[in-house]
């Protein structure tokens, strides 16, 4: 057991960190709840995504915990299984900085994205799923990118067969982030070409010249984009 703790962590770090943040995390919802049930009060304390906070107490810092928070054990375990799975092998790829660049801006992006266009102002944002969906991106772009035809090319079409499922489930079901899952996505996939620079990535994906500088510039765009339509929307903040 430790043996394999030890190689898990060698091997993926900041996945494993990040994984065990998330549980921790959890843990410390329950312990103030008192119970199993966690109340709204609970999830606001500890960070949620709130468009009150934010935009009138400037509580910018809740675009990125609320990420780390979640409902239930069911909406935690299912973000950590699969974040988990895909950060482990994107950070033995692109490497351990990346990984975690690629998934908090991910993050960022897709709860900047449920502020902007919410329709309800009393719904707290919470969950890594927008950080989830932008690794799922990321390994997309990294099976097109492949020199060769093979594993990454794998990964990528089963990573569409899931994107294809979750939009029917997220279409019929309430209370989902549409817009954290849709626009973490799009950050996740804009800022990939920028991580390629592991000696793995260099010598496994094709790498086009201007592609990374423009990633970047379109990712500052996207995060430019949000923060407008947002100080026009709540009338300048």
């Keep these: 057991m430790m043996k394999?703790?030890?190689?898990?962590?060698?091997?993926?770090?900041?996945?494993?960190?990040?994984?065990?943040?998330?549980?921790?995390?959890?843990?410390?919802?329950?312990?103030?709840?008192?119970?199993?049930?966690?109340?709204?009060?609970?999830?606001?304390?500890?960070?949620?995504?709130?468009?009150?906070?934010?935009?009138?107490?400037?509580?910018?810092?809740?675009?990125?915990?609320?990420?780390?928070?979640?409902?239930?054990?069911?909406?935690?375990?299912?973000?950590?299984?699969?974040?988990?799975?895909?950060?482990r092998i994107l950070e033995s790829a692109l490497g351990h900085w990346q990984l975690a660049a690629l998934f908090l801006f991910s993050i960022v992006t897709g709860n900047l994205a449920e502020l902007a266009f919410l329709s309800r102002l009393g719904t707290i944002g919470i969950g890594a799923s927008g950080g989830v969906f932008g690794l799922i991106a990321a390994?997309?772009?990294?099976?097109?990118?492949?020199?060769?035809?093979?594993?990454?090319?794998?990964?990528?079409?089963?990573?569409?067969?899931?994107?294809?499922?979750?939009?029917?489930?997220?279409?019929?079901?309430?209370?989902?982030?549409?817009?954290?899952?849709?626009?973490?996505?799009i950050g996740g996939g804009l800022l990939a070409p920028a991580l390629l620079q592991s000696t793995y990535a260099k010598q496994t994906f094709r790498r086009p010249r201007g592609r990374s500088s423009l990633g970047l510039v379109l990712c500052g765009l996207l995060v430019f984009a949000l923060g407008l339509w947002i100080y026009v929307r709540f009338g300048g903040y």
Excluded at 10 to 25: E, K, N, R, Y
Excluded at 157 to 185: R, Y
């Design 4 to 87: 394999t703790v030890k190689q898990n962590w060698q091997l993926a770090p900041v996945t494993l960190t990040l994984t065990i943040g998330m549980v921790l995390v959890f843990v410390m919802q329950l312990v103030l709840s008192g119970g199993l049930a966690i109340s709204q009060a609970i999830l606001l304390k500890m960070g949620a995504q709130d468009a009150p906070d934010i935009i009138l107490h400037h509580e910018w810092w809740r675009l990125l915990t609320a990420g780390f928070l979640h409902a239930n054990g069911m909406h935690l375990l299912l973000n950590v299984l699969v974040f988990y799975y895909l950060g």
């Design 139 to 185: 390994i997309i772009y990294l099976g097109w990118m492949e020199k060769r035809p093979g594993f990454w090319q794998g990964q990528a079409k089963t990573m569409l067969l899931f994107v294809a499922l979750n939009v029917l489930f997220d279409i019929f079901t309430p209370n989902i982030g549409h817009w954290a899952h849709a626009v973490g996505f």
